[in-house]
């Protein structure tokens, strides 16, 4: 069965645009936050000097702020999938193949772009936890958003804002770098370099933030502002558009933005 055109567009005024918004500009910024880190690391130049401090505003504040709208954000969209064990397998593939792709290209061109564990391995773990969590609640109550799952699900958050507080007596004690995956800096004999790293801790438990915040907010699925203005609506179409297609955005923009800077000092238009 074909849906109208007029269906269609019932169907996209009542899309959650405010999510992909949010999506959008979570991933705006980190585009931002790599091309400063490629400029500064890649290309040498003496730019963007926040990047590199070990304790700053950046890494207090403005990093943990758009990681925190992108998982969460995530975590909200779980409630709008049908099979969520589906989507954490192909998330999980393209991760793994992103993994690989990076690791390798370290090895060759030295770059310091291989990537082990990050949020598209923090996301594939939430999202196959969330997809048990969810079938063991619909097998138990017969569907969503029980009580009991809603207790679960904030005993969940807490552990991991708990274990967050916890991380930094273990910080620097264990000599293995794949305590990383935890979010835990390792022992210094055992750090590896890496392009990117994000833990479990405490980025699981912001996940299910937003499952809980998706299954009370959500429960229609459709946005929370249908009558909102048209003008509004056409300005932040790019980055709607970006938070559509996150994680196409996420895989290429780097090639992408490294490609044009190392064109640019090609073409002598930057040093």
């Known amino acids: 069965m074909t849906m109208t055109k007029e269906q269609s567009a019932v169907k996209t005024r009542k899309r959650a645009f405010e999510l992909d918004l949010l999506r959008g500009f979570a991933i705006f910024m980190m585009i931002l936050h790599h091309f400063a880190f490629d400029l500064r690391f890649i290309l040498g130049y003496d730019v963007f000097a926040f990047i590199g401090a070990e304790c700053n505003w950046f890494?207090?504040?403005?990093?943990?702020?758009?990681?925190?709208?992108?998982?969460?954000?995530?975590?909200?969209?779980?409630?709008?999938?049908?099979?969520?064990?589906?989507?954490?397998?192909?998330?999980?593939?393209?991760?793994?193949?992103?993994?690989?792709?990076?690791?390798?290209?370290?090895?060759?061109?030295?770059?310091?772009?291989?990537?082990?564990f990050n949020v598209l391995h923090v996301l594939t773990a939430a999202t196959v936890l969330f997809a048990l969590f969810d079938h063991v609640e619909q097998k138990k109550t017969g569907g969503r958003d029980s009580r009991q799952g809603d207790m679960v699900l904030m005993l969940i958050v807490a552990l991991f804002m708990w274990l967050l507080h916890a991380l930094p007596f273990y910080d620097h004690t264990i000599h293995s770098p794949w305590v990383m995956i935890l979010g835990m800096d390792p022992h210094p004999d055992s750090v590896i370099q890496v392009g990117d790293e994000l833990g479990l801790i405490p980025w699981v438990g912001v996940f299910f933030l937003g499952v809980l915040i998706g299954r009370h907010v959500y429960k229609e699925k459709e946005t929370l502002f249908p009558n909102a203005p048209k003008p509004f609506l056409t300005a932040i179409k790019p980055f709607e558009w970006i938070g559509r297609n996150s994680l196409l955005v996420y895989l290429i923009h780097q090639p992408i933005v490294l490609g044009i800077l190392y064109l640019l000092r090609y073409a002598g238009i930057i040093p």
């Open 59 to 116: 890494w207090a504040f403005v990093h943990p702020f758009f990681i925190f709208i992108f998982v969460g954000i995530s975590g909200v969209c779980c409630q709008f999938s049908r099979n969520n064990f589906k989507r954490a397998a192909k998330l999980g593939a393209i991760a793994i193949a992103f993994s690989v792709v990076t690791i390798t290209a370290d090895h060759f061109l030295n770059l310091g772009c291989a990537i082990y």
